[in-house]
Each structure stands twice: as C-alpha cells, then as structure tokens.
C-alpha cells in the first residue's frame, strides 16, 4: 500500500501555466482521505512553496531547494538543515562571478537577486499575486556577496546564464568543485547547495519520521533534480515532459503536466487499490 505521495512542483504538479490541475486538487484530497501522506518535494524556497501548501490544504511539511532542508509550515524554523557554508558561498559566488552567471540567492527567509531576468520577472510578478497570507518575499539586492555574509542561512544558489554554451560551460566545472551538490533544474538553471543534499536522501529522512520506507512512496518529478527521489521511492513516476534523463530513471511514465496523468496515477495507484482491499 502505497503511504506517501511526494510532487516535485515546477513541471510537475504544476501545468505550463504554473497552477495546479482541478484534477490534480481532486485526486489529492481523496489520497489524503485514505491516510496518504503528501509531500511537496521541490527546489524552491519555502516561501515560494507554501502559496501551493496552502492552496491544497497540506499539513505535512515541504522538502525545500532541493532536500537542503525542510519546512514545517507550522513552526518558525526548518526542522531539519543542511546550509552551505560562509566558505561555500564565497566560492559559488566567485565562480558565478568568473563565467558571468546571474545569481539566485535564498537565504533564510528570502529569495535575493541581482539581475530581474526574464525568469526572475515572471516570478517577481506571480509572487506579487498571491494572497497577503502567503506571498513569497522576493527583493532585489546589489551584491550578492554583501549579503551572503550578513545573512544566518544560505539554502542554495540557483546561477543561470541565457548562452546555453556559457552555461554549460559554467556548470561542468561548477559541479566539479568539492563539497558541493550541483543539479540542472532547468535548461538554462543550476541548483548549488550543500554536498549530501538530495530531494532522495532528505524525503527519506521525513519518511522515516514516519515510519514509511522507500516501497511505499511514489515520488514524481520532471528535470534532473528529481532523479534522487524518483529512484529512491517504490515507485518513481517521471511526466511526459520530463528530462530524457530523468525519464531514463523513471519506473513509469505519464502523461504531461497538462494532462491529468496525476490524477490518473492517483486512481490506479491508490485510490482503485484502496476499493478493491475494502470490497475484500
């Protein structure tokens, strides 16, 4: 029996509109209803998680930038941490800094940037339509380095550049250095965060609070960064718009995150299963 559902949320559970399918809300509440555990499993920020946490009435906690830590919406601080260092910080700056990469900083309590990016726009602009309650801070700032040094927590950097081959270029050598957990979470996107951190290794962690192992869980994801879960869980789903290398990871493929194949996944996979041992 299948005890906790994990989503990745970009690509994902959210469609190319960044919203959740009807479908998708439907087939959760009904997971939910039958005991299983949903986990949002994500590289964002914890504030730009919880307007979807709220959204779908979640009370369990969200593995955040990439399982660095995670987030129980009810209490003030993660319960669990895995930050880079001061010294790890300064050197993911100046190996952005060297390649011309645009910076993505979280720090505690915030998403910083230097650069408004097309990517970054958009996200300014979505940030500023959620509800008071739940609005993500998001600020500009002029020097990423000032900032790291004042700040208590650094979650993870996410460095980008529009040249795919500058990037590229920037991402083999930055996922060399040691220390260091390096993962493409988008075409033109880098996650960097502490070494030993995985959306796998850290949903594991949660689960095993609750006494789940790794055959009980269906984790489902679409780019590179989702590949640690999707091969630890039971079952790793991977939607039709994955990665091919995500996808070459994946126990099953559904459909894109515009199709209801969540929906579909939850039916067959938990909700049909839960009838038929009833009607037993």
Known sequence: MIQLLAFDLDGTLLNSKGEILPESKTAILDARAMGVKVVLATGRHHVAVRPYHYELGLDTPAVCCNGAYIMDFSQPEPIYSNPLSKAQA??????????????????????????????????????????????PKIRQIEDAAQVMESSKTIHKFVLSHPDPQVFMDAYQYIATLPGLSCERSWVDRMDVANGGNSKGSTLLKLAGQWGIGPESIIAVGDNDNDISMVQMAGLGVAVANGSDALRAHADLHIGSNDKPGIAELIKTYITDVVKTTENR
Not at 95 to 103: F, K, T
Not at 113 to 135: G, I
Request: hydrophobic share 40%; proline share 4%.
């Open 90 to 135: 300064r050197e993911v700056i100046g190996a952005a800094r060297e390649r011309g990469l645009h910076i993505l900083m979280y720090v505690e309590d915030a998403m910083t940037y230097e650069v408004l990016t097309p990517h970054m726009d958009k996200l300014c602009q979505w940030a500023s339509s959620q509800p008071d309650v739940v609005r």
